[in-house]
T-cell receptor, first 115, second 111 residues
Framework: DAGVIQSPRHEVTEMGQEVTLRCKPI?????LFWYRQTMMRGLELLIY????????DSGMPEDRFSAKMPNASFSTLKIQPSEPRDSAVYFC?????????????FGPGTRLTVL | GNSVTQMEGPVTLSEEAFLTINCTYT??????LFWYVQYPGEGLQLLLK?????DKGSNKGFEATYRKETTSFHLEKGSVQVSDSAVYFC??????????FGSGTRLLVRP
């Protein structure tokens, strides 16, 4: 398996632009998580899905952020409009119900820079 | 609420030195505990885990013991290598599916 796939790996955009980050979880995993990592705040959970349904979005910072999971193999995190304080590394992770159900598998991350 | 506290970094060691990275937690119930490692430019990888009190997780020479009496899960390795240089995160998972991470500790091992 290729693991969790995220795209793009790097994104540079200007303030006010829309940004869409993409994630493909490991096949067969039924939980998907979006995290944000910054120097100031560390690793924060933004939202997670179970069977494509958002379960907890209490970590989403504000209405400019939205996430969708239209099917089991794809999720997006959208920021509109983007602001410089959104600059961070965004990670997607997935997990399954099998013997590894305690483990989350992380993607390589998307480094977002908002100018 | 639940939380994880790690020692501040960076930790700088010479190759073959002994490593300890302290981690304590606050949680209700009986959380599972984890150490994740993040190498430069990569995502987090599970290093080891323990799911109940007195369990010892181990992997790649690293060990950590779940101590409920001291609410701790300290990471240790007897002899570090340059390739161990990375950021190490302690985390807990309670009855929900969320992981709560510590702030991370950067380890730098010099030849």
């Amino acid at each position: 398996d290729a693991g969790v796939i995220q795209s793009p790996r790097h994104e540079v955009t200007e303030m006010g632009q829309e940004v869409t980050l993409r994630c493909k979880p490991i096949s067969g995993h039924d939980y998907l998580f979006w995290y944000r990592q910054t120097m100031m705040r560390g690793l924060e959970l933004l939202i997670y899905f179970n069977n494509n349904v958002p379960i907890d979005d209490s970590g989403m910072p504000e209405d400019r952020f939205s996430a969708k999971m239209p099917n089991a193999s794809f999720s997006t995190l959208k920021i509109q409009p983007s602001e410089p304080r959104d600059s961070a590394v965004y990670f997607c992770a997935s997990r399954d119900r099998g013997h590894t159900r305690n483990e989350q598998f992380f993607g390589p991350g998307t480094r977002l820079t908002v100018l | 609420g639940n939380s994880v506290t790690q020692m501040e970094g960076p930790v700088t060691l010479s190759e073959e030195a002994f490593l300890t990275i302290n981690c304590t937690y606050t949680a209700t119930g009986y959380p599972s505990l984890f150490w994740y490692v993040q190498y430069p430019g990569e995502g987090l990888q599970l290093l080891l885990k323990a799911t109940k009190a007195d369990d010892k997780g181990s992997n790649k020479g690293f060990e950590a013991t779940y101590r409920k009496e001291t609410t701790s899960f300290h990471l240790e390795k007897g002899s570090v290598q340059v390739s161990d240089s990375a950021v190490y995160f302690c985390a807990l998972k309670d009855s929900s599916y969320k992981l709560i991470f510590g702030s991370g500790t950067r380890l730098l091992v010099r030849p």
